[in-house]
């Protein structure tokens, strides 16, 4: 089993920066693809960018792409996702997610493990 925690939303002004965080616990994620994903009010669950924990091999929503980067840190088990250049339409709650092995669709139902969510409200 593993569990996933989020940080870092917060208000931020169109333009300025945020970074989030997920830290798994309960079991190690090598050998797991961790993903961001994120939901509007009044919309579905959209995929972010994902990371294979051992290799990389790192995908983004073209939305984010040149914006926002993923990365993660093995020693401390954590996962981040920096965002640049925020606009209002970034606006949603942001999750953090864990599949063992590679999801073959950049899908929700994809993902196994999912975070709580953390609110990211960015002002025009």
């Known amino acids: 089993q593993v569990q996933l925690t989020e940080s870092g939303g917060g208000l931020v002004q169109a333009g300025g920066s945020l970074r989030l965080a997920c830290v798994a616990s309960g079991r190690t994620v090598s050998g797991y693809t961790m993903g961001w994903f994120r939901q509007a009010p009044g919309k579905e669950r959209e995929f972010v960018a994902r990371?294979?924990?051992?290799?990389?091999?790192?995908r983004y929503a073209d939305s984010v792409k040149g914006r926002f980067t993923i990365s993660r840190d093995g020693a401390r088990n954590t996962m981040y996702l920096q965002m640049n250049s925020l606009k209002p339409e970034d606006t949603a709650v942001y999750y953090c997610?864990?599949?063992?092995?590679?999801?073959?669709?950049?899908?929700?139902?994809?993902?196994?493990?999912w975070g709580q969510g953390t609110q990211v409200t960015v002002s025009s």
């Open positions: 990371i294979i924990w051992s290799g990389g091999n790192i």
């Open positions: 997610a864990a599949q063992f092995g590679v999801p073959n669709t950049f899908t929700p139902p994809a993902y196994s493990y």
